[in-house]
């Protein structure tokens, strides 16, 4: 059978968010294919998380609970996907594009002797199954085909909605065999524990460019964000200067967002930052040069001093958030 | 120590992309290039580990015969000779990872830094499915490195936070944003770079069937978005998000 293969991901003993756009891709994939969508859950203590993903329109969860998977290594996980996608006959591996499957996926395509897609954004069937994915960070979109039986994708959860809750799907346990590896070993993971949501998974990205002059000002940045619960981006010429640290970096060699409320803040908008921000809902802009690019992207704009509008606003929002 | 490191040419990610009017690529001709920024950051990565640790770094490239540039900008940087396995066809993650395989296979290093994705491409697969035909170890994301005893510690970039990870050499590393800041090269080293050895192949040399796995069958822009309304103050904005984009 055709089936599709969802490896779902957990933290803190609970499903993460990103498996469930994930989980609909592989329905509408296996509406295409005749086959049913099975859940891969690999961890240690992982019966919750199981119980969890069961609810949301799946054929059956298949658990494994080893120490060997306590901490995610791509070294074990790997040869476990790749001993389920075999056991249940599937022709179509999926996972979140998230860091974890984006490492792991390409080990498990490789051994699967499968043609991978990386961030799929749409799947569909035009003589053939097809995917639609993104380049150049977003500035192209192209149709792919994938010519090997099995094929493996990394979805992009962000164009994906939650599937509904139904009837709880079978759990059975997993047991992939595996010896922990001799080459690789997990050190540790150090959770970020920000009140701040992650930028990639925000509702709402404040983020502020060059103009801003030092990195002192960005202060005013983290203000409005807080004042709206978003996360806090910078352009790289910001990141560049030291203004912002690399890891609030938003562009083509940084972070792709698309929150649903984007302010871009003394940044001019080059190409290289619109490559990151685009796919934003609603794009506010606020910069004292009328004619910066910026602007040709913005739903909003207001041309004026950043140092003066953005503490201003930020007042005004607190009596309305 | 052996390090390999490898440079992908790709066009100027500062430069707008163009699609073909029959849909079927993006216009090159007119368009700068130059080394794929994520590979910078390898190839300086593997200088550091040189210096460090010395031995010799081999650059390799897959693609056209004009990434030769690519190859003596990363000679010009550092790195102490070139291979180029020359193919004009589009590679796929897959048939990359292949070619790149035997040249491990042929030179044997005790690492290879490459860049976690190509900014063209935008796959980030070829480290790990390297590191998968080889049945190597791998740290991708990596924003630190450090080398001792025959293992690499590698600091990694992952959701929500960081991560540390152990792999065993030889060992596949993909480098991140941080990872370290890539030196321009010198006068004098683009003076040397044209003297350092430069090998070309072809995959057949190598014994590999480039065939692709995937194929890409249409290019489309996005749909662009439209410049939206300037407003006049404050008031005006909120008003906006709240009443008509409905964000607040």
Known sequence: ?????????????????????????????AALTGGEVHVLVLGNGTDAVAAEV???????????NSPVFENYLAETYAPAIVKAAQAIGATVVAAPSSTTGKDVLPRVAAKLDAGMVSDAIAVFDDGGIKFRRPLWAGNVLTTVEVVTPVKVITVRTTDFEAPAEGDAAAVEAFDAGLAAPDNAEFVSFDQVKSERPELTDAAVVVAGGRGLKSGENFQMIMNLADTLGGAVGASR????????????????????VAPDLYFAVAISGAIQHLAGMKGSKTIVAINKDADAPIFQVADFGLVGDAFEIVPALTEKLKGIV | ?????????????????????????????????????????????????????????????????????????????????????????????????????????????????????????????????????????QATFAYSLEVADGWATVGREVDGGTATKRVK???????????????????????????????????????????????????????EREAGEIVEDIDTLIDRLKNKAKVL
């Open chain 2, 1 to 137: 120590m052996k390090i390999l490191t490898t440079v992908k040419r790709v066009t100027d990610p500062d430069m707008k992309v163009k699609i073909k009017p029959d849909q079927s690529g993006v216009v090159t001709d007119g368009v700068e290039y130059k080394m794929n920024s994520f590979d910078e950051y390898g190839v300086e990565e593997a200088i550091k580990l040189k210096e460090a640790h010395g031995g010799e770094i081999v650059v390799v490239s897959v693609g056209p015969s004009s990434a030769t540039k690519e190859i003596r900008t990363a000679m010009a940087m550092g790195a102490d000779r070139g291979i180029l396995v020359e193919t004009d066809a589009e590679l796929d993650s897959d048939a990359v990872a292949r070619v790149l395989a035997e040249v491990v296979r042929r030179e044997s290093p005790d690492i290879i830094v490459m860049g976690k994705q190509a900014v063209d491409s935008d796959r980030n697969q070829t480290g790990q499915i390297l590191a998968s035909y080889l049945d190597y170890p």
């Open chain 1, 54 to 64: 069961a609810k949301y329109g799946v054929s059956k969860v298949h658990f494994a």
């Open chain 2, 169 to 223: 050499l030889p060992a596949i590393i993909t480098a991140d944003l941080r990872l370290n800041e890539p030196r321009y090269a010198s006068l004098p080293g683009i003076m040397k770079a044209k003297r350092k050895p430069l090998e070309t192949l072809s995959p057949s040399d190598l014994g590999v069937d480039i065939a692709n796995k995937v194929n890409v069958l249409l290019f489309e822009a996005p749909e």
């Open chain 1, 237 to 256: 010429a910001a990141v560049d200067s030291g203004y912002a640290p690399n890891d609030w970096q938003i562009g083509q060699t940084g972070k792709v």
């Open chain 1, 1 to 29: 059978m055709a089936n599709v293969l969802v490896v779902a991901e957990h933290l803190d003993g609970k499903l993460r968010k990103v498996t469930l756009p994930t989980i609909t891709f592989a329905q509408q994939t």
